[in-house]
């Protein structure tokens, strides 16, 4: 089993998952190079590449309406080097920034 993931074999059982992931990161390619983290009930999201993060504390907030990156700078560095180290570098998937 690789590093990076998880067995679904308890949940599927049944009983309860005792293996979680420290975050999971994804990205999108289309419109500008989105990326977004969710690290326990903080979602954090890079609408295009160059932008400022937005921070959403799902525990509250499940519509992502309220952008709390400012109250939250300690938690907002924490997922940037989170952005910085959870990607590979691609030729083929560079982040690039969004047409104008």
């Known amino acids: 089993m690789?590093?990076?993931s998880i067995s679904l074999l308890p949940t599927l059982l049944g009983h309860a998952q005792t293996n979680h992931h420290q975050y999971l990161y994804w990205e999108f390619h289309e419109g500008g190079s989105q990326q977004a983290?969710?690290?326990g009930e903080w979602k954090a999201v890079r609408p295009k590449a160059g932008s400022s993060l937005e921070l959403y504390d799902l525990k509250s907030d499940l519509g992502e309406k309220s952008?709390?990156?400012s109250k939250n700078p300690e938690v907002v560095k924490e997922i940037e080097v989170v952005l910085a180290n959870a990607r590979s570098?691609?030729?083929f998937w560079p982040?690039?920034?969004a047409p104008k």
């Open 89 to 91: 570098d691609s030729k």
């Open 67 to 69: 952008d709390v990156a």
């Open 95 to 97: 982040i690039k920034k």
């Open 37 to 39: 983290v969710r690290m």
């Open 2 to 4: 690789s590093t990076n």
